[in-house]
């Protein structure tokens, strides 16, 4: 594995799972001048995993660009990004408190998709890859929602929920990577880092 990377990524479990695989990092973050949230819009008709898939590699390619307008010294840049979706619609961070319920109502006695993908960049050399699991959530009373939501949790998770916070109680059956629900697959993320060192 490289000796130092970049992260381009806000999420502080992201740079914790990294620092879990022992890999030195600096936040890599987006200037007010950038429009970070603009790459997330969702395109006509295009499936979660092409979504996901296509956010993660304008994250990344914004990321490069980044890094050279600042003159940082070269060295992999890593982003990575996840999408919740209930068959073929894709849930992302909630807008407000109402929006939260609807996606935790959708959810609650379900099984839905958690994909997140991970792209490392460096010079002109980009590698993608995903990781896919599945979450299958009990049943949560109207009650219950309007509690985890007050909680404020659910706010700029996709899907409005966190694997790794209160919405734990509520996760009946997880099928796949752990830490790819939380953001940050540690199994394919290690395989990536390990084709640039």
């Known amino acids: 594995m490289p000796d130092f990377i970049y992260l381009a ?3 502080p479990r992201r740079s914790q799972l990294l620092t ?6 600096q936040l890599l973050l987006a200037d007010a001048q950038e429009d970070a949230e603009a790459l997330e819009s969702v395109l006509g008709n295009e499936s979660p995993k092409a979504y996901v898939q296509r956010v ?6 914004a990321a490069l660009e980044r890094r050279i307008k600042r003159d940082l010294p070269a060295a992999p840049v890593l982003c990575a990004d996840t999408t919740v979706a209930l068959g073929r619609e894709i849930l992302g961070k909630p807008v407000d408190a109402d929006d939260a319920v609807r996606m935790l109502t959708a959810l609650s006695g379900k099984t839905h998709r958690v994909m997140t993908a991970v792209a490392l960049g460096l010079g002109a050399k980009k590698i993608l890859t995903l990781s896919e699991s599945l979450v299958t959530f009990a049943e949560m009373s109207h009650a219950e929602i309007l509690a985890y939501v007050a909680s404020g949790e659910p706010m700029g998770k996709a899907g409005a929920y966190a694997v790794q916070g209160a919405a734990a109680a509520y996760i009946a059956r997880i099928s796949g990577s752990y830490t790819g629900i939380v953001g940050l697959p540690l199994f394919e993320t290690a395989r990536l880092l390990k084709t640039v060192s």
């Open 9 to 11: 990524s806000q999420s």
């Open 20 to 25: 879990q695989l022992g890999v030195r990092h």
């Open 56 to 61: 993660t590699m304008l994250k990344l390619g």
